[in-house]
């Protein structure tokens, strides 16, 4: 009697069907890398990819990027035609490249140009690691030198995102000169009075943590970025000691004076704008 009234019980969970899987669109949700927990993806969108409840700071890509800084319609892309090619002939590039194009949209793992943030001219530079994982290419060094070429002429500022695994392997010693051909840009660019703030994200290692990354007027970067040049296993290896736990975060760069300053992603528009409104002509009286 009392098994009629409670009614039969399961006695294993039910197991969804392929065609309740298939009505979860995919994409839907986003799990945190930092505390692992799942949101709706336009929530985290919404804040610019960053975890509402750990604040861990996930890659942005390069235009996702832009349209966090820019005002409306301001940016015009330069060099957008700019292709790699297979220099070395190393096997199977050319295809890895084009197969980056077409998941990426972009042609190369840097974006370039000018704009406006909050009615601040600048030249820019960001950097995209879902292409090649930002890997400093002869078409990366190229553009990111003629940008400064274009700023220097133009009498713009410059602000360059990085986010980089370092040097690209398929160019060999091509890839390496990328590093001398930036910094000497960079060079040319602040002897003719310019300024420039880099700003280092999630991860810049490697050629670009060692060239033109680190020689900004400002170097910053963001929350829990991964900064450093070797990895951590060689340099343990090479020294015999153990690292502290936060080694190569941004954190402990600005600790050891690497940085001045850490800046959270939701903030970065109104340093970027005060840094450009104070080093304009005149900006330091106002």
């Not at 077409?102 to 140009?113: A, C, Q, R, S």
């Not at 002869?138 to 009498?155: D, H, P, Q, T, Y």
């Not at 015999?240 to 600790?255: C, I, S, W």
Request: net charge neutral; with cysteine; glycine share 10%.
């Amino acid at each position: 009697m009392l098994k009629d009234f409670f009614g039969k019980r399961r006695k294993y969970a039910s197991i969804p069907s392929e065609q309740a899987k298939a009505d979860v669109p995919e994409g839907l949700m986003q799990k945190c890398n930092g505390c692992h927990k799942i949101y709706y993806r336009k929530e985290m969108n919404k804040n610019l990819q960053v975890c509402p409840n750990c604040g861990y700071h996930h890659p942005l890509q390069a235009w996702d990027r832009i349209d966090t800084l820019f005002d409306e319609n301001s940016f015009e892309e330069w060099d957008n035609d700019l292709i790699t090619s297979n220099p070395l002939q190393f096997p199977d590039y050319e295809e890895k490249v084009v197969k980056d194009r077409k998941k990426t949209g972009l042609n190369e793992g840097v974006v370039t140009g000018k704009g406006t943030i909050e009615g601040q001219a600048t030249a820019f530079a960001v950097m995209d690691s879902t292409f090649r994982m930002g890997s400093m290419g002869s078409v990366i060094g190229e553009k990111i030198a003629r940008a400064l070429e274009n700023a220097k002429n133009e009498g713009l500022p410059f602000i360059i995102f990085t986010a980089s695994g370092g040097a690209r392997m398929q160019e060999g010693l091509l890839s390496l000169m990328q590093m001398t051909k930036t910094s000497i840009a960079v060079k040319r660019f602040s002897d003719a009075g310019g300024f420039m703030v880099s700003v280092m994200t999630y991860p810049t290692t490697g050629g670009v943590s060692a060239s033109f990354a680190s020689i900004g007027d400002y170097n910053i970067a963001e929350p829990g970025a991964l900064i450093g040049f070797a990895g951590r296993r060689i340099i343990e290896q090479t020294i015999r000691e153990k690292l502290p736990e936060d080694f190569q975060t941004a954190e402990f760069q600005l600790k050891h004076g690497q940085l001045d300053k850490v800046v959270h992603r939701q903030e970065m528009q109104e340093l970027l704008s005060k840094l450009l409104k104070f080093h304009q002509k005149g900006g330091e009286e106002a």
